[in-house]
């Protein structure tokens, strides 16, 4: 397993656009849940995801305070193989960026 974590202006398009599938993926289609995906906040966010043999098992983006929420905040959170621990893994990373990146004592937790 790989922890891949970048800005959106460090992603290649190629990344970017398998993130954005992947979300489509699971929120759209196999959600049902038709919303606005493309909100502006991918911009200033931290990307992360894993990898299994260049397969993407998990991802999420960490926001920085003001953007998506008013605190720093984590989202987009998806993993596309359950039941084997991707999702503990990938918030665990998230919550680490947010305090890396932005200073986070306080994470708001989108659902």
Known sequence: MILHKKTF???TTDELYELL???SEVFVVE????YQDLDGDDQQSIHL?????????????????????KEISIGR??????GKGYGKQIMLHAIDAAVEHFGATHIDIEA
């Open 9 to 11: 202006h460090e992603l």
């Open 21 to 23: 599938r992947v979300r």
């Open 31 to 34: 959600q049902n849940c038709v």
């Open 49 to 69: 995801w894993l990898t299994v043999e260049d397969k993407v098992v998990a991802l999420a983006r960490v926001c920085p305070a003001g953007t998506h929420m």
């Open 77 to 82: 959170v998806i993993t596309t193989e359950r």
